[in-house]
């Protein structure tokens, strides 16, 4: 009977430690900056040259998003696609306070120390209106 106390006390102690060592723990994910980058991207519309420059707007300077994969990375590091490429750029433009893009390339490219190079580029704007 004795024992058994002591084997409850040790269980009774053990178990506190451990819930006490768990207290501040804290669990840190992208999920928030994965998000916030989504609905900062959907704020920005592609245009056509065309269609943009027939309205008042804000020129907020070029673009630029790139993909390199050299060799066998490829197979640990998936190969982007063009939309997530293009939605880089976006992202892009709505940190700069825009909310219009002109895509001016985007696709493969040839690039000396990549296997697969993925190249887009673009043009930020503020769109003032479409009156």
């Known amino acids: ?3 058994d106390n002591i ?5 009774i102690c053990l178990l506190s ?34 269609e943009l420059y027939s309205h008042e707007n804000d020129p907020l300077g070029e673009v630029f998003t790139s993909f390199c994969s050299v060799s066998a990375d490829h197979l640990r ?16 433009t709505a940190d700069r306070g825009g909310n219009a893009l002109v895509i001016t390339e985007c696709g493969e490219q040839k690039y000396p120390t990549c296997t697969v190079y993925l190249e887009c580029a673009g043009l930020a704007y503020y769109l003032k209106s479409w009156d």
């Not at 451990?18 to 959907?42: D, I, M, Q």
């Not at 590091?77 to 892009?92: E, F, T």
């Open 1 to 3: 009977m004795k024992i």
């Open 7 to 11: 084997i409850s006390v040790y269980t």
């Open 17 to 50: 430690v451990v819930l006490a060592g768990c207290n501040g723990v804290k669990f840190r994910t992208n999920a928030e900056e994965y998000v916030v980058a989504k609905v900062e991207a959907s704020t920005v519309d592609l245009y056509s040259p065309s």
């Open 77 to 92: 590091y998936p190969i982007p696609s063009l939309s997530a490429l293009k939605n880089d750029l976006r992202g892009q």
